[in-house]
C-alpha cells in the first residue's frame, strides 16, 4: 500500500491510497507473477488512525489475466477511465485497517477463437467478435472464485460451426475451497485428483441447447431442431462434453425425402473431436410416405459420422427388403450400395446408388381399382436383377446402369420370357418397361408384347415420391400358332377381370389355310383364363378362334364356294347356332 498525496482537514486527514496485489497467474510478456494495481481519492483517515467510511480503491483500467494455459482470458474492469477520469466501481479492493478486506470482481469471461466461434442471433458465424461472458461478484481470497455468468448469444464449438450453442448460465470455478453445486464431472474424468474435486478450476456449463444446422429440417416447421444436453467443461485441458439425444427429428425433409433423426451425438474430449454422428431413417422416393410417419419399416436404416468441417459420412444398414411401391415391387439390396448425403445451400441432397433383385406382382389395372377389383395378379415376375440404380434429388432424379432377368414370370396367369427391359422418365412419369414373349398354349401358339409400369411424381407435405399410377399393356402381337393346316397371325388386347371371358386377350387376327393355294381369312379370337370355381387359384385356360372369309370363288363342279367360315377353341362351347339364309 502507498500513499502519493495527503492533505491534512480538521479532524482528519484525505489521502491518495494505492495498493499493488500480486496475483498467483504470471504475465505472459514477463515471466512474473503478475500485479495489478487499485487506487484511490479522498480516503479519510482519523486523528486516531481509523479509515472513516469505505475506502473502496478501485483498479486502475482494465487488467486481462490468462487463466487455464491460455484457454481462457479474464478481463477486470477497471474502474478508472484513464482518458476522461470518471471512477466507477466495478472492480475495487475495499481496504481497512488491517489491510484489503474485499475484492469486488467485475470481469469479461473471454474464449479463445480456437475453441469456441461467435455468432450471430441467425447463427452464423462471426469472426469480428470473440465468445463473451460477464459476471461480478466478491471473493475474500483469489483462490476461491465462484462466479455465475451468462453469454448472451449463441456460439460453436471450433470445427463443427453448423451447430449452434445457446446456455443461460455458465460457472467460472477458480476455487479451491468448493466446486459448483451443479457439477458433474464425466465418468473416467482424467483432469482430476481422486478425493480433491474441489481443486479443479474451470468454467462450467451445466444445460446447454444445441441447434442443428437447417439441413435437419421438420416437415413443416419453419423453426430449427434442437435439443438440450449437458455438461460441458472448459479447463486448463481445454473443452470436453458428451452431448447427445434420441428421437429429436420424427419426420423430416432431405430435399424431398422423408428421413428421421433418431440418436444424435457429439463427443469432445480437450478440444478434439473425437466422436460425433446420427442415425435414423430415410426412405427411397420410390416408397409410399407413411402415413404415421414411422419409417422404421420401409426405408433405409443408416449411421453418419460427422467430421471435422460438418460433413457427413454416411454408411447404410438397410432391411433385407424393402417395398418400391411405384412398381408394385418387393425390392432386395445388396450389400455393396451407397447412400450419399450432401450438403447444398442448407439441403440435404441425398443420392443413392442401388443394386439387387426386384420381384414385381402387379394386381391392379390402376392406382384406382379396389382391393376387391385387384384379387387377381395382372402380372407376376420374380428375379429381375439391376446394377447402379441412381436415386438423386436433382436431374436425372432416376437413372440405371443394367436390368436383367433370371426367374419366373406370368402375365395374366399365362408364363413368360422377358426379352428386353427399360426404365424411361417422361415428365412427371417414370416407366418401367418390359418386353415379354408369352406361351398361350405349349408348343402351339406363343405371342409378344411389351407393358409399362407406370408411376407418378407426387409432392406433397414437403416430401417427393413416386406413387403407382397404372399398367399399360401394348397389343399383344401373336407371331407364331402353327396348326399344320392352317397359321394364325394378328394382334390383340388385354382383358381385365371381364364378367365372361375373365383375363386374358382378344383380337383381331389373321388365318392363314392351305387348301391347294393359300388363303388368308380375317379373324376375330379371345385368350384368357377363369379360376375353375370360387376361392380356386388353379387357372381355367381357353381360346377360341372364329374366322370368316368371302371375295373369293372355288369352283367345285356344278356350284362355286364364295365364302367359307371356321373356327377352332379350347375349353370353349358355342353358345349360339349360326342361321344360314336360303340360297335357292
Known sequence: IGISNAKFMLGYTELTVFCKVILPQKDAATGKQKEIFFGADNVKLSKGGGLIGDANLVLLGDVPIAFNGG??????KGGLDMQTGKVQKLTYAKLECGGIKEIGLSADVTFPQSMLVAMDNNYKTDNGRRVKGSFSTIVTDWNDILAEFSIPEPFAIKGLENFAITIDKAVFDFSDVKNSADVVFPPGYENLIPGNEQLWRGVYINKLQIILPKEFKKRGKVERVSFEANQMLIDNMGLTGNFAANNILRSGSASGWEFSVNKFFIDVKANHLTAAGFDGYIALPLTKTQKDDSLKSTAFGYKAIISPGGQYLMRVSTLSNLKFDVWQASAHIDADSYLELLVNNGQFRPKAVLTGGLDINVVKQNSEETKSDSSKSITNIKGIVFQQLVLQTEAPYIQVKYFGYKGDAKLSNFPISIYDIGLSINSRQIMLGIGVK???????????????????????????????????LNDIIIDSANFGS??????????????????????DLILTIKL????KVSAKAAFGSKPLSTGETTAFRYWYVDALASGFTIPCGTFSITGIGGGASYHMLRSATMVVDSIF
Do not use: C, Q, W
Not at 71 to 76: G, M
Open 71 to 76: 484457454n481462457l482470458l479474464l478481463t477486470l
Open 438 to 472: 408369352i406361351n398361350l398354349m405349349a408348343g402351339k401358339i406363343s405371342a409378344k408384347t411389351h407393358f409399362d409400369i407406370v408411376g407418378e411424381m407426387i409432392a406433397e407435405n414437403e416430401t417427393t415420391h413416386y406413387a403407382y399410377k397404372k399398367i399399360e
Open 486 to 507: 392352317f397359321k394364325i397371325n394378328g394382334k390383340v388386347h388385354f382383358n381385365r377381370n371381364h364378367p365372361t371371358m375373365g383375363s386374358g386377350f382378344e383380337g
Open 516 to 519: 391347294g393355294n393359300e388363303i
